[in-house]
C-alpha cells in the first residue's frame, strides 16, 4: 500500500492481517501513503521507523507511545488509538508538542470478552484442549470433566462485563458472588452476585474471573495471599490485563498442579514463545482474544480513517482531552 506521497500513515499491529480490507484507506486521497506493519516494532528500534510518519494508527494497547518516544518522532501530527482509552499513550505529552490524539468507539468488545470468559471457564472445567489434542491424535476420552451447576463463580469486578459473566453464570446454575474494593451489597445484587469479602471469595469459590481495570491501586491485586487461598482444582481466569495477577506465585500454584487457569491476557504481550506458561497442561491460554472480534476490528479501522480523514479537513473527531 506504500507509495512516494505527501502524507505517510503506518498502522501498527496489525497481527492478523486485516487491516487493509476492513476500510477504505484508498479514500483517504493519492497523497496519503498508508503502510501496515504486521509485526510488532521493537521498542529499541520504534523511534527509528517510525520517524517518517505523520500518522500512527495504534491497535488499542499493543504498541506504547510514551513522552520519550513521542519526542522522538519529529514528524508526528496526528495518533488514532483504537477503544475509548489507552493508557499506554501518554497524550498529555503528545498534545504538548502539538500533535492531535483521536480515538475510536468501543465496538462489541465488552460483550466479545464476557463470551470469551464463559469459554476459558468451560474450557478449564471440561479439559477441552486436551481433548481437542486426543481427537486430532485418534485418541478418545482420557479426562473427567466437571460440572459448573451448584458451583460458586466469583468475581472479582462487577462492572459492565463482570456483570455479564454474572448472568451466563446465574444461566448455569452457579452462585455468583463479588468483591471489589468499592462494591457495596446493593451495587453487587444489582450486577446479579452476592457481595463477598477478598478473603471469601478466594477461598470459597470453584472459579475466580477478574473484571478490573489496570491501574497502580490494582496491579497484583491476586498475589500471594490470594492464590494461596484457592480451593484445590480451582479455576482463575483472567481476560482483563495480565498484571492484575503476580505472575510468579500464579506460576508456582499452576506448577504445583494446585489450581488450573484460563488466561487471555499476560505480563508481557505477545506471550515469548519459550514463556513457562506454554507448557503448563492445566493452563488453557488464549492470545488476547477478549476484543477481537470481525464487527468490532471493522468498526475499529472505519472509526480510524474517519479520524484521519476529518483531521486532514481541520475538524478532527472524537478529539481525546484527558
Known amino acids: 500500500m506504500t507509495q512516494a506521497h505527501g502524507i505517510r500513515v503506518a498502522v501498527l499491529d496489525d497481527y492478523q492481517g486485516v487491516a487493509a480490507g476492513l476500510a477504505d484507506w484508498a479514500g483517504l486521497g493519492p497523497d496519503v501513503a498508508v503502510d501496515v506493519f504486521r509485526e510488532p516494532v521493537p521498542p529499541a528500534e520504534a523511534a527509528a521507523r517510525l520517524a517518517p510518519y505523520d500518522v500512527l494508527c495504534l491497535m488499542r494497547e499493543r504498541m506504547p507511545l510514551d513522552a520519550a ?114 462494591l457495596t451489597p446493593e451495587r453487587a445484587e444489582a450486577g446479579g452476585a452476592t457481595l463477598a469479602t477478598r478473603e471469601v471469595l478466594f477461598s470459597q469459590s470453584d472459579v475466580i474471573s477478574l473484571h478490573m481495570v489496570l491501574a497502580p491501586s490494582t496491579r497484583g491485586i491476586v498475589g500471594p495471599a490470594e492464590i494461596a487461598r484457592m480451593r484445590p482444582g480451582a479455576i482463575l481466569i483472567n481476560t482483563s490485563r495480565g498484571p492484575l495477577i503476580d505472575e510468579a506465585a500464579l506460576l508456582a500454584a499452576l506448577g504445583e498442579g494446585r489450581i488450573r487457569a484460563g488466561l487471555d491476557v499476560f505480563d508481557r504481550e505477545p506471550l515469548p514463545a519459550d514463556h513457562p506458561l506454554r507448557a503448563l497442561p492445566n493452563a488453557v491460554l488464549t492470545p488476547h482474544l477478549g476484543y477481537v472480534t470481525q464487527s468490532t476490528f471493522r468498526m475499529f479501522y472505519e472509526d480510524t480513517v474517519e479520524a484521519i480523514a476529518a483531521w486532514r479537513q481541520g475538524a478532527p473527531v472524537r478529539v481525546v482531552t484527558a
Not at 87 to 93: G, H, Y
Not at 144 to 164: D, F, K, P, Y
Request: proline content about 4%; some cysteine.
Open 69 to 182: 518516544l513521542a519526542a522522538a518522532l519529529p514528524a508526528l501530527k496526528l495518533v488514532v488509538f483504537t477503544g475509548g482509552r489507552n493508557p499506554s499513550v501518554d497524550t498529555a505529552a503528545l498534545r504538548a508538542r502539538g500533535v492531535t490524539v483521536c480515538n475510536t468507539r468501543n465496538g462489541e468488545g465488552g460483550i466479545a470478552t464476557a463470551e470469551l470468559t464463559v469459554a476459558l471457564m468451560l474450557a478449564c472445567a471440561r479439559a477441552l484442549p486436551r481433548e481437542f489434542a486426543n481427537m486430532a491424535g485418534g485418541r478418545w476420552q482420557e479426562t473427567l470433566g466437571e460440572g459448573l451447576e451448584g458451583r460458586t463463580l466469583g468475581l472479582v469486578g462487577l462492572g459492565r462485563i463482570g456483570a455479564r459473566v454474572a448472568a451466563v453464570g446465574r444461566a448455569l446454575g452457579m452462585r455468583v458472588t463479588a468483591w471489589s474494593p468499592n
